[in-house]
């Protein structure tokens, strides 16, 4: 077991409860922890049997293949019929609609066995009503509950069975987890992937019911409506600010495929018409027809499969393959849908996070939207589950209220804003806007070294990965990251950014061209000239020797000595020149 199972494995043998919540983030290996405790327990026959809830059909496959790895046989095509289910099984796995639909039988499963029940997901159980009262009602005779997510927060306040609230400060009733693993140590650990969001905004241009022609740059301050049609912009396939982002993400596919050939890439849909269009899109873009999976279709979960046991590019989805699809070689994804909820964006970036080795990156495209770029920046914040603040006298009541509202709104998804008919989209252009890692936003354009080191999985850790664009930021001064200003200065910030890690430049004045190799001007231009000479040698080189950039840069480093190019002096700039010419001059 990896160390946070083996911990919260001792931590529950500890206690031995029957109610347990374990909270680890997406792709942090839930379902072995899980089937590690329900293998134990029937070892030593605390439990006869075992029953796992899962949100989706695909997923019932899924646990039965993983519990079959350890020698547990769980039956997967269980209907309720009558309880029964083969006597060579240990046990079964439905869905939570199952459990709503096959209440009773399930009940009296837990109370003819000693049953462990493995409630994965646990969230959904509050999705409808009788979802959460079936759950509550089929298994409240069972010995053992584990209950397990990797978001335990709802945009509602239903509240979740089996999960214990405790008042915060405030007095709001929030879920208490027995463990918690959450990203940010996950990604420590090397357990996930760092994820690189990469944010594109642009100009969006449609025609309102009444005739007028709007023309905004989307991630603006905007009104509700204007941000909801200016979205509903971007994603339109027939724009070019879709087209774009298509483009850039199938060749970040191309470049992480040249280290890991089997890694895949995943376009999440808002609907079933534009995951096709976007689909005959990428056919046209990257050469080979994408996987299209459609919830509604009979072979969905077989092409999920099909896709994951592939090497083929792009998959194209709608809403399904947000939650519990495990297709590890996933590195490059596009949000293409206008939902907005952080239950699913958490769990549509959990399609990326599973790490297959250490070093690997993933990188998802999405609009400069303010509410997604919020939750890309809280990816490490582990949540709690709300249900919402107590209204204590009748000067409290409007409190709640516009509390309850909040929720609401938060809870909207921009599906909803997007139904107005009389809504005509006349074009979209889209232009990079930012990058968002580690919780920060970094404006403007890196240089060619950076984006080659982030873009190629293995040759940066995630702490190096992490100090390079803290270092570029820290070159911007005071001004914040994401902002005009900060794009504007993104020339300089390379140069000053050697300051960040204590080294001193000497006064332009007492730095001579001659010393350097370096062209007049002052300290950023010359170091420009020599990074622009170095960025060019190297492109050549790797023309020449198929070489990658990252790696090229990567060599020079370590035969040259000195930091990234972003933060070498042009001593060091010019010793790397050097050093690649006299290379070339040794090949030939």
């Known amino acids: 077991m990896r160390a946070w199972q083996q911990e919260a494995f001792d931590a529950y043998n500890a206690r031995s409860p029957r109610d347990y919540l374990a909270v680890a983030t997406p792709g942090a290996g839930k379902t072995a922890f899980a089937l590690t405790i329900a293998a134990d327990l029937l070892a030593r026959r605390i439990v006869e049997k075992v029953i796992v809830v899962t949100p989706t059909d695909h997923l019932k496959r899924q646990w039965a293949d993983a519990a079959a790895r350890g020698d547990i046989a769980l039956d997967p095509a269980f209907a309720g019929r009558g309880g029964r289910t083969s006597r060579d099984f240990h046990g ?24 462990m029940v493995i409630l994965d997901e646990i969230h959904h ?65 090397g357990v996930v992937r760092p994820v690189l969001f990469l944010a594109y905004s642009g100009d969006m241009r449609w025609r309102t019911s009444a005739g007028d022609e709007m023309h905004v740059r989307l991630g603006t301050p905007l009104t509700k409506d204007l941000a909801a049609q200016a979205w509903r912009t971007a994603l339109d396939p027939a724009g070019d600010w879709i087209q774009t982002v298509l483009r850039a993400a199938d060749t970040r596919l191309t470049e992480v495929r040249r280290h890991v050939p089997d890694a895949g890439g995943l376009v999440i849909a808002t609907d079933q018409e534009t995951a096709r269009a976007y689909a005959k899109i990428l056919g046209q873009v990257a050469g080979e027809k994408p996987t299209v999976v459609l919830s509604d279709e009979s072979t969905a979960s077989k092409r999920i499969g099909q896709f994951a046991e592939s090497d083929s590019r792009w998959m194209v989805a709608v ?71 107590p209204v204590k006298d009748e000067d409290d009541i409007f409190a709640a209220e516009e509390d309850l509202l909040a929720e609401a709104a938060r809870g909207e998804t921009g599906a909803d804003l997007l139904e107005d008919q009389r809504y005509q989209a006349i074009g979209s252009e889209a232009a990079f806007d930012r990058l968002v890692y580690d919780g920060n936003e970094f404006g403007g354009e890196l240089g060619e070294d950076e984006t080659e080191f982030l873009g190629i999985p293995g040759l940066l850790e995630p702490d190096q990965m992490r ?104 001593e060091q700039l010019q010793a790397r020149i050097d050093m690649i010419r006299a290379w070339a001059v040794k090949r030939s």
Not at 358 to 382: C, D, K, N, W
Request: charged share 20%.
């Open 92 to 115: 079964v796995v439905v869905t939570y609609a199952g459990v709503a639909a096959a209440t009773q039988a399930l009940r009296v499963r837990c109370e003819r066995f000693k049953t």
């Open 467 to 570: 100090e390079l664009l803290r270092r570029r930021r820290s070159g911007n001064g005071s001004t914040s990251p994401g902002s005009p200003s900060a794009t504007s200065s993104s020339a300089s910030s390379s140069a000053s950014s050697s300051a960040a890690v204590g080294a001193v430049p000497p006064p332009v004045a007492e730095e001579s061209a001659s010393s350097s190799g370096a062209p007049d001007g002052a300290t950023y231009q010359r170091l420009g000239v020599l990074r622009r000479e170095l960025n060019g040698l190297v492109a050549a080189w790797h023309h020449r020797t198929g070489q990658p950039h990252g790696a090229v840069h990567a060599e020079l480093r370590r035969v040259c000595g000195g930091p990234l190019a972003v933060q070498a002096t042009a």
């Open 125 to 189: 159980a509050g999705d409808a009503l009788t979802w959460g009262e079936a759950v509550r009602e089929a298994f409240e005779p069972a010995t053992r509950r584990l209950s397990l997510t990797g978001t335990p927060f709802r945009s509602d306040a239903n509240p979740i069975p089996f999960v214990t609230y405790a008042p915060d400060a405030e007095g709001v009733p929030r879920s208490e987890a027995d463990y918690g693993y959450g990203y940010g140590r996950a990604l420590a650990d």
């Open 319 to 389: 809403r399904m393959v947000s939650e519990g699809v495990d297709v590890p070689r996933l590195a490059v994804g596009v949000y293409a849908t206008a939902t907005q909820t952080p239950l699913f964006f958490a769990q549509a970036v959990g399609r990326f996070v599973r790490a297959r080795r250490r070093g690997e990156t993933a990188s998802l495209f999405l609009p400069t939207v303010p509410i997604l770029l919020q939750y890309a920046a809280e990816m490490e914040v582990l949540r709690d589950h709300a249900l919402g603040r």
